[in-house]
């Protein structure tokens, strides 16, 4: 588009972090301008107002007027949540407009129908910070990577958590100091349960999965656990054993087809380059047949890097809608399957355990060969001193073993008398 034509307009829906940083990112821009702004509370001070030197878009509570503009081309959906995301973005693509949006909820419950009723309706949707905040990984895999058939992504997707478990790490602080710490400083929402329990994790997995293998995924089936119980122990016995401990998001395409796709606390290796993704920072390691292994890092939040990849998806759609042809398919949902899931108790893994048991000899024979019954290796078996309460506690490496394989065995060794208490069970990614 010539910048001397006329802007094209945008429709904003929502002016909190991520939208007042899209208001200033797209200042100065020369072929888009935004027309209206849709927010909940008309009184709230808005900071960017005051920086704006041409005419202020138009401040509004009534957001249908904003789906439903004519001059509107591009609608910028960074309300969060479901309802009345959904409602609305639904109602802009009826009438026509183009879509980009920062929301993971929106496109990991809903992405299918959306991205059919776009192609209903010969528009687009682009979503690139709705993963990762600033890192541009959605466009990375559509454009840049898609000669690559992909075997595996493996990401840090929370910056929540990983602040956390990093702050555990340098401090030797507990869990709870270090998420009522990141509260006080804004990293952690005031109800941060999407973050801690792995949700906001699975839902970025979920995308990245589905645009990487090109199948539809439920996010249901991503198999999650968040941080709620690790330990500062866990962290330290990790970085004793050779390991960093991270909430990981990860998925890979096996032989048979079915995707293995789940969020889980893990132990990496410190040679593992997400290793290195300290505080509120995300990673993502993409493996792909032609490329090998590449790592993004980056601020996964933030109202100006999230702002910048908003951003970058309007100039995007300006770009095409510009050139009046039709949308790169590159840029567009093309599959329409659902994706085979592999259960996480069919998966192989090798696994940590912090086991509590009595204090007396034979203890870690009788788990040896308990474990042994079910076919689980120990790789190593330490016992780790005595605790004030006259119990032991002894830690072990498994090597590769199905999961269910070993939940079988951790049931039978909870119902012996020697063993008190499984205090931790963390999966150990090779
Ligand atoms: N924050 C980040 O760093 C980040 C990073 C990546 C992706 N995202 C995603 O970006 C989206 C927006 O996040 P955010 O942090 O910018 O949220 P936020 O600060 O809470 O802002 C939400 C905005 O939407 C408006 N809003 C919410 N519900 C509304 C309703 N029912 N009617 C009218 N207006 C409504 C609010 O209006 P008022 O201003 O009047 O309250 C506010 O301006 C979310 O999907 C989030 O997951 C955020």
């Given amino acids: 588009m010539n910048k001397n034509q006329n802007k094209l307009k945008i429709g904003l829906l929502g ?30 001070k808005r900071d960017f107002f005051t ?21 509107i081309g591009i609608v910028v959906e960074v309300l969060g949540g479901l309802n009345p995301a959904k409602e609305l973005v639904t109602l802009a693509i009826k009438n026509k407009k183009h879509i980009v949006t920062a929301n993971k909820d929106l496109i990991a419950t809903y992405g299918p129908e959306l991205f059919d009723l776009a192609k ?4 687009q949707i682009q979503f690139e910070a709705s993963v990762c905040g600033g890192i541009p990984i959605i466009n990375t895999l559509k454009q840049t990577l898609s000669a690559n058939n992909f075997k595996k992504i493996t990401g840090i997707f929370n910056g929540t958590t990983n602040y956390i478990l990093t702050e555990m790490l340098n401090k030797n602080l507990s869990f709870e100091v270090c998420l009522k710490e990141a509260q006080e400083l804004g990293y952690a929402e005031p109800d941060p349960a999407n973050d801690i329990s792995g949700r906001d994790s699975a839902y970025k997995i979920a995308i990245l999965a589905s645009i990487a293998f090109r199948e539809r995924i439920k996010i249901d089936t991503v198999y999650t656990e968040g941080i709620q119980k690790i330990t500062l122990e866990d962290i ?11 909430l990981i998001g990860l998925a890979k395409k096996e032989s048979d087809g079915k995707i293995d796709i789940r969020v889980h606390p893990a132990f990496i290796k410190k040679t593992n380059t997400l290793s290195s993704v300290f505080g509120a920072n995300n990673g993502v390691l ?11 890092i980056g601020k996964g939040a933030g109202s100006m890097p999230t702002a910048s990849s908003v951003a970058g998806d309007i100039n995007l759609l300006v770009a095409q809608i510009s050139s009046s042809q039709k949308p790169n398919p590159q840029f567009v949902c093309q599959h329409t399957d659902f994706a085979k899931i592999r259960p996480v108790s069919e998966t192989t893994n090798c696994y940590f355990l912090r086991i509590r048991t009595e204090d007396k000899a034979g ?13 689980v290796s120990i790789n190593t078996l330490t016992q780790r001193g005595t605790n004030q309460d006259n119990t032991a506690s002894i830690t072990l490496l498994t090597h590769l073993v199905k999961e269910e394989r070993l939940q079988r065995a951790l049931a039978e060794i909870k119902n012996t008398n020697v063993v008190k208490q499984v205090e931790n069970v963390i999966r150990v990614l090779d």
């Fill in 15 to 44: 002016a909190g972090t991520v939208g007042s940083g899209v208001v200033k990112a797209l200042q100065n821009n020369d072929f888009v301008e935004i027309k209206k702004i849709g927010v909940k509370d008309l009184n709230k």
């Fill in 51 to 71: 920086n704006l030197n041409s005419n202020n878009p138009a401040l509004t509570g009534n957001l249908s007027e904003i789906v439903s503009d004519p001059e």
């Fill in 120 to 123: 209903e309706n010969n528009v």
């Fill in 236 to 246: 330290l016995l990790a970085e004793e054993l050779g390991y960093r401990l991270k």
């Fill in 286 to 296: 993409v493996e792909g047949d032609l490329v090998g292994e590449l790592t993004l």
């Fill in 363 to 375: 203890v870690v024979g009788q788990i040896g060969t308990m474990f042994g019954k079910h076919d």
